[in-house]
């Protein structure tokens, strides 16, 4: 079968970046992008190209994270960070509704939907799956979530082809990365060399058309569409991790007994730093306020985790008491029952989970070695049978 034709791609030069900046602010976008602060890679808003983390990159491992100067002036030359773009579809912490008594009688106040338009810059394909994965829990026709829905219909995304891996990335054996291959308006891989800096660009919808159509370009020659090419395998074959996902829901499914659950849960601190960086949980609880005069209460939502006692507490106590049980829950929903719920895994391969562990638990590691034992065993029962 003959390979399909690919769209066509553009080039944009690093002079004209800010020229998309204008456009999209022009067209009413609120910015949003990465920037140096407290010495990490954050996303924040963005009020020109000077506020990208030009010529900065980043050093990461199992409970390690540094920034470190690059040698050159790449913008987007860093890997994921502690934050995802989870925090503006789906923020830590929001208001759902106020009620004030007034003369004995009460008055509710929901909260509005958002209606502000957000462009996100610098989106990596492992990201983009992860939003595709939070689309599936909370676009649906029953028990959707409005907010969400109004804030991720109104979000313009310009993703960015990794053109390095980090430490802990292992999106390449996920199937989610480097290359963005869907969910974005627009996607860029940038090229920067001796003598030339400029970006090759994609374009995925419509929306995305009308933007850069706005912007100055030009079509992309063979040699600039290879370095894109090239630098995305380059990203390919420097993942610091990898994951072996054959039969993985079943692996999991019978190993709830497994000693390596005790293992782990002699070093998991259950802080919840791998739920509140990961960019896919979506655990939440409600808590309500008032004043002390107790006329005006509100009800707030905040993210919450499956590390936490109180998550599972019912009355009686809570369901997942032990260190071990509450990391099996994570992991074990993560990779196999997240699969029967919403038809995908719930890991995208961004590595977060083990970069900002205190003490350094690797999913991936943790996934080997259960598989690791588990094949052992069976080659031992085959040997058995065999001498028998």
């Known amino acids: ?75 987007f030359g860093y890997n994921v960070g502690p934050q995802s773009w989870k925090q503006f579809l789906f923020p830590p912490r929001s208001r759902l509704f106020q009620v004030d008594k007034q003369n004995g009688t009460l008055h509710f ?66 199937g989610t990365g480097p290359r963005a291959d869907a969910g974005f308006d627009i996607v860029m891989t940038e090229i920067v060399n001796s003598d030339r800096h400029y970006f090759v660009v994609g374009v995925g919808t419509d929306a ?33 991790r990898k994951m072996d996902t054959t039969n993985i829901k079943e692996l999991l499914y019978n190993n709830y007994g497994h000693p390596r659950w005790d293992n782990v849960a002699a070093r998991c601190l259950t802080c919840a730093n791998c739920t509140m960086v990961c960019p896919t949980c979506f655990c939440s609880t409600v808590e309500d306020v008032t004043n002390l005069k107790g006329d005006h209460a509100e009800r707030w939502q905040r993210w919450d985790s499956c590390f936490t006692m109180d998550h599972s507490y019912i009355h009686g106590g809570s369901v997942r008491a032990s260190a071990k049980a509450r990391y099996r829950q994570w992991m074990t929903h993560k990779l196999a029952t997240w699969i029967d719920q919403f038809g995908t895994s719930g890991c995208i391969g961004c590595g977060r989970c083990i970069t900002w562990c205190p003490v350094g638990i690797d ?26």
Not at 47 to 74: C, F, I, N
Not at 109 to 125: L, N, Y
Not at 137 to 143: M, N
Request: charged share 25%.
């Open 1 to 75: 079968m003959a390979a399909l034709p690919r769209e066509p791609e553009y080039i944009l030069e690093r002079k004209d970046l800010q020229g998309l900046f204008d456009t999209l602010t022009r067209n009413g976008y609120r910015i949003i992008g990465p920037h140096l602060q407290d010495s990490t890679i954050v996303y924040d808003d963005l009020r020109s190209v000077d506020d990208l983390p030009a010529g900065w990159t980043d050093e990461q491992d199992g409970g390690h994270y540094r920034l470190k100067k690059r040698g050159d002036g790449s913008l």
């Open 208 to 240: 995305g058309r009308a933007i850069f159509g706005q912007v100055p370009h030009r079509n992309a020659g063979p040699d600039e569409i290879a370095a894109a090419d090239l630098a995305l395998s380059v990203a390919a074959a420097q993942m610091g």
């Open 109 to 174: 106040k929901e909260e509005p939907v958002e209606t502000q338009k957000m462009a996100f810059i610098g989106v990596r394909s492992c990201d983009l799956h992860a939003i595709a994965v939070q689309d599936r829990v909370f676009i649906q026709p029953v028990a959707g979530n409005v907010s969400y829905q109004s804030r991720r219909s109104q979000t313009f995304i310009v993703a960015i082809n990794c053109g390095q891996a980090g430490g802990t990335c292992f999106c390449a054996s996920m």
């Open 363 to 388: 999913i991936t590691e943790e996934v080997r070695a259960i598989r690791e034992t588990e094949q052992h065993s069976t080659e031992l029962q085959e040997a058995h049978h065999g001498d028998t």
